[in-house]
């Protein structure tokens, strides 16, 4: 930086005091344009932070730089609402190199093409940003001369030495980050990103909530084509016939994106949410708020129980975030199986696979998650972790949850006493021997969850039994124990010829694995039922 000027000695002891360092300014000419432009319009110079603080979260007015990575900084500012003169608008400004001009841009583009067509490309992206560097530093010519026109000569340009370094993050920009995005990716304290239509971006910031950006989209055009091409990149190109995408962006953050305008009367959006590369912990969730630490604790004995755990709620409440941070209660040494739509899971664990859908348009080719979730029962996992259940991949998770036995035991407090009973045991007592239907029963008590999310003992209302006149399934499982179903019962079972599938009793063969709320091999499945012989059906109401 040329400081020369009384102006800009005033300027550079004003950046100064504002905690700007000289060596940034040195390396970074385009931030110094940009405050320039600043102190000539009178306004305010923003003070400079390498690390956003959280005492910022609760302040009415804000007005920071803080770098996200040379050459990129960000200008985070607050202005007063026209609207409602007691809200303040929130603003976020990429400070950027400044775009070269078109002509150099494609000179240096037919320099490059020629130039790269002599090395393979490789696949991981820091050999390819080596692979860019080196190329670049071939064709590229620096002089001491701004120049009015620029040709390639000898698969070489001639870049002015203030162009340089411009051009090196420009393209690099373009042929290995994403483009225009490439700012708000690189921000750690954003947490999403929203393009809503042609115009300007939407971010929310982990410190100053939702702001406006100054990266915009001129037309639908422009959008449109930046939403082909980004998609093509990532290996999930959106058409009119895919109008609807979802992807992981190189750094893991997830990506939706909808095309055109006959799906969304805006024209084409599409949103990111970024992930932190480091889950937060379960100590980091209770400083939060978002657990108590006897929640926490809860859940730890649960996992460590292999009990089965459903983290719900609404669209950015931290599912994601929560799910990561209690896995890591999961004892180190159990087989783990993730199935997800678009990856987010992040364990620590080491055995530890991972399984993602394919959705290609074609049935035959598409992997589902329910194809996924039948596979992994095959592998005997300790834990699987289903990242949405929304559809059929529900039938065998409750399957596997809700299946009981006659002899499944239920602990009931009755006549003051508390006793741990078979259902079936406890159901027969209120009735006589041939006996079926509804009984009213009063002082009986049985351990569940209260509506109020409590473990506790909640009154039983009636018990009841019925004869069932069809055929009655006995099917005996090899730890002595037995389940009696209907014909019309559906169960899931798993043979190694045929892996798992929904079968009725009668399907059912010996040795098949049954699910039900164990799993236990049945060695000597057997139907004892007939069309004359009655059975009985019993449950708690």
Known sequence: MSMRGRGEIELEKILIAKGYKKEILQRNPHLVDYLAKIAMEKKEIPTFTEVLGDELKYADRFNVIYPVGDPIFIHAFSLDSKSSPSAHQRKYYAIEPEVPSKQLIEAVEEAFAIESGNYEPPEDPEEKKALINKILDKILIPVNRERGFYRVRKGRVEVSVKDLEYIRYYMLREKIGVSLLEPLLRDPYIEDISCPGAGCIYIVHKIFGPSETNICFKDSEELNRFIIRLSERIGKPVSRARPIVDAVLPDGSRINIVYGEDVSLRGSNFTIRKFAREPA????????????????????????????????????????????????????????????????????????????????????????????????????????????????????????????????????RHNGGVEIRAIGDLVDSFFKDGEEGVKRVTGLEVLTITRSLRVGFAEVGSVIRHRYRGKLYRIRLSDGSYVDVTGSHSLMAYNPLVGVYEAKPAELYKGDWLLTASLSTGDDNESLGNAEAPGYMCGLA
């Not at 609404?314 to 929560?322: I, N, Q, R």
């Not at 159990?334 to 899971?345: G, L, M, P, Q, R």
């Not at 259940?389 to 009981?404: D, K, L, T, W």
């Open 281 to 412: 912990s379960v100590t980091q969730l209770i400083r939060w708020g978002t657990l108590s630490p006897e929640i926490a604790a809860y859940l730890w004995m649960a996992l460590r129980e292999q009990m089965n755990v459903f983290i719900c709620g609404e669209t950015a409440s931290g599912k994601t975030t929560t799910l990561n941070a209690i896995a890591a209660f999961i004892p180190p040494e159990y087989k783990i199986i993730s199935i997800e739509d678009t990856a987010e899971v992040n364990l620590p664990h080491e055995n530890w696979v991972r399984e993602l859908t394919r959705d290609t348009g074609s049935q035959e080719s598409s992997v589902s998650m329910f194809d996924l979730l039948r596979a992994a029962l095959r592998q005997r996992p300790n834990y699987i972790i289903v990242g949405e259940i929304r559809g059929r991949e529900g039938n065998i998770a409750f399957q596997a949850m809700q299946s009981v036995s006659w002899h499944t035991p239920v602990m009931v």
